[in-house]
């Protein structure tokens, strides 16, 4: 029988657990898998914390339904019945500029009449239509791609703000074409942004009138989805169906290979492997693998990872005296804020807050502000509620606040990043059997973890049905 031993329990090693195990029946092929985690909980990343009354997602809060992979991994699990949308008016987002919380436009007309950019920076930006495509060359920029095809106000209101949504990143280090592999392929594929979204919006009119089933309105970006009891679901609902033995509480300190893999743990034990997945934090992989081939060891270290704070506040609602009809808002460099932005947690899903409370959740940090991490708590509550009175007028103190710390919140692919993972996976050809999954290779978001998951499952049952 084939042994098995995938590293880490976030949503990659589980996932990735599952689809083996799913997989290897379909085949009737026997392997006996095994899941160590460092910490006494799985989930990783994910983490449903409910305090007080107050429902607190310690990492991400739910998945996009735009992409398949998460979605059919609910319903293979049987969850996809208890699966919750975010509330419609979520779809309101703002971004704070010029002391005003602008409303991000969603079409053309509300593009025009907002105030979030000056004339010059609109024209600018509907003057992309004019830019040419950029073809080959090198690893570029977000920021290098936002000033070139919309304009250096766009990049600073509208792109920067989203980078530090979405990855805590810089968008003068991170990679266009590894952080949002989309936008380039959209620049590649159609000439600009702007032609892209004209000519999909056309395609999308032609299905309709054809009577083909089209996307949901939400947009590109579809719908922020997750669970009553919070996205933890997911990752208990995985556990849940498991057959794989689950370690936890116990780290893989070394991984070596002769005739087959033999991994060095905490508790002093050894775990024989034939085939050995990495499902953990690419910092954590270096030490592990330094043994198995030092070069793969260095260039895994070079993937930086943005430290956050994430601060959770409950509110009485009567005492807030502001409006929180949207998802939250995100806030440009330029502002001087704290914090990159903050979630109307209580106003995307229900039940995240005791009732007649609202819960708030600010993200302090990332790779512009890395001396966030050393904030003691005392400093993390003053300069939030700092930003929270200018931003939204909120002058009372909360009545709930928790924050947690992620001193490897999220991998940072900067320029030259698929070049470097394309190395690191060469640099362990000699190892086989071993391969890798996890956000710090190939995309950061759940549906990018899950679908990375089956992937890396087909290519082990492959490795496996070869060497035979
Ligand atoms: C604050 C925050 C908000 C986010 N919001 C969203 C969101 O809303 N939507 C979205 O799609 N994505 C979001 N993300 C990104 C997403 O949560 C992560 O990319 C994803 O959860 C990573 O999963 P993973 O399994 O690859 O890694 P992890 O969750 O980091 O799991 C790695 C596991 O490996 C374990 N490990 C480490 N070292 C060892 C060792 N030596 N031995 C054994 N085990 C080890 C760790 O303990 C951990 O459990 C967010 C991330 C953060 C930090």
Redesign the pocket.
């Known amino acids: 029988m084939t042994r098995i031993v995938i590293?880490?329990?976030?949503?990659?090693?589980l996932a990735t657990a599952f689809a083996l195990e799913q997989a290897a029946q379909a085949q009737q092929r026997e392997v006996q898998i095994t899941v160590?985690?460092?910490?006494s909980r799985c989930g990783?990343?994910?983490w449903s914390r409910n305090e007080e009354g107050y429902l607190c997602e310690w990492?991400?809060?739910?998945?996009l339904d735009n992409k398949p992979a998460t979605l059919d991994l609910c319903a293979e699990l049987d969850i996809d019945n208890t699966l919750l949308r975010s509330n419609d008016n979520a779809r309101k987002r703002f971004i704070f500029s010029d002391n005003i919380l602008h409303c991000l436009p969603e079409n053309g007309p509300t593009f025009f009449s907002s105030k979030l950019l000056s004339w010059p920076g609109k024209l600018r930006l509907v003057a992309e239509l004019a830019v040419a495509a950029k073809r080959g060359g090198r690893d570029e920029t977000l920021a290098e791609f936002g000033r070139r095809r919309l304009g250096a106000e766009a990049l600073d209101k509208l792109i920067a703000p989203m980078a530090g949504g979405i990855f805590a990143g810089d968008p003068e280090t991170m990679s266009v074409k590894s952080c949002f592999p989309r936008i380039a392929q959209l620049e590649e594929q159609y000439g600009g942004l702007l032609k892209a979204m004209i000519k999909m919006a056309r395609q999308k009119r032609r299905e309709r009138k054809e009577g083909k089933q089209v996307a949901s309105a939400a947009g590109p970006g579809g719908i922020l989805t997750s669970f009553d009891d919070g996205i933890q679901q997911l990752t208990d609902g995985v556990v849940q169906n498991l057959k794989a033995k689950i370690c936890s509480g116990i780290?893989?300190?070394s991984i070596e290979y002769s005739e087959h893999y033999v991994l060095g743990l905490s508790d002093g034990s050894q775990l024989d492997a034939d085939v050995v997945i990495s499902?953990?934090?690419a910092n954590?992989l270096a030490e592990?693998v330094e043994k198995v081939s030092t070069e793969a060891s260095a260039l895994l270290s070079k993937i930086p990872y943005a430290a956050?704070n994430?601060v959770c506040f409950g509110y009485d609602r009567d005492q807030l005296g502001c409006d929180l009809n949207g998802f939250g808002y995100l806030i440009p460099r330029q502002e001087g804020c704290s914090v990159l932005g903050t979630l109307w947690d209580s106003s995307i899903f229900p039940h995240r807050a005791p009732e007649g409370k609202v819960l708030l959740r600010s993200?302090m940090g990332g790779a512009t502000n890395p001396r966030a991490a050393g904030f003691t708590d005392d400093q993390v509550q003053v300069l939030v509620q700092a930003d929270l009175a200018r931003i939204m007028g909120i002058k009372v103190d909360p009545e709930f606040m928790r924050i947690f710390r992620?001193q490897h919140?999220?991998p940072q692919y900067v320029g030259g990043h698929a070049n470097l993972v394309k190395q690191i996976r060469k640099e362990l050809q000699d190892s086989p059997g071993l391969f890798l999954t996890?956000?710090a290779y190939d995309g950061?978001?759940?549906?990018d973890?899950v679908s990375n998951a089956k992937k890396t499952a087909r290519q082990a049952l492959d490795f496996i049905a070869q060497s035979e």
Do not use: Y
């Open positions: 590293i880490g329990a976030g949503i990659s090693g160590v985690e460092k910490e990783g990343k994910i990492g991400p809060n739910g998945f780290s893989v300190d499902a953990a934090p954590a592990m956050m994430v993200m992620h919140a999220i996890g956000n950061i978001g759940l549906n973890c």
